[in-house]
């Protein structure tokens, strides 16, 4: 069973950035189509990234061009490197693997999820 925990959260100025970390421990990243979400009391969990096996990336349209997702399997971990952070964008923040390694969704379904790391953005 997978184990993931997420890293490098904290408060942050808007328009700066910020580089969170995902690694896992109990089975590897290797060979499954990893995801970046977020989530605040407010609203419903929000697809952010994914990266494929082969380091192909997809991003939602509000993070496009700001934010980068990458991967190190040889590390078993993964990263989601965050440019120009809006006002509007504090939140918990996780990572996610499906439970197949056959899967590559936006929906968060049959997924492990980290504990979240929180950002928070400062005027």
């Known amino acids: 069973q997978v184990q993931l925990r997420e890293s490098g959260g904290g408060s942050v100025q808007a328009g700066g950035s910020l580089r969170l970390a995902c690694r896992a421990s109990g089975s590897p990243i290797r060979g499954y189509c990893m995801g970046w979400f977020r989530q605040t009391p407010e609203k419903e969990r929000e697809w952010i990234s994914s990266?494929?096996?082969?380091?192909?990336?997809y991003y939602a349209d509000s993070v496009r061009g700001r934010f980068t997702s990458s991967r190190d399997n040889t590390n078993n971990i993964m990263y989601l490197q965050m440019d120009s952070l809006k006002q509007e964008e504090p939140a918990m923040y996780y990572c996610?693997?499906?439970?197949?390694?056959?899967?590559?969704?936006?929906?968060?379904?049959?997924?492990?999820w980290g504990q979240g790391t929180l950002v928070t953005v400062e005027p």
């Open positions: 990266i494929t096996t082969g380091g192909g990336t």
């Open positions: 996610a693997r499906p439970l197949s390694g056959f899967v590559c969704n936006r929906d968060g379904t049959d997924t492990t």
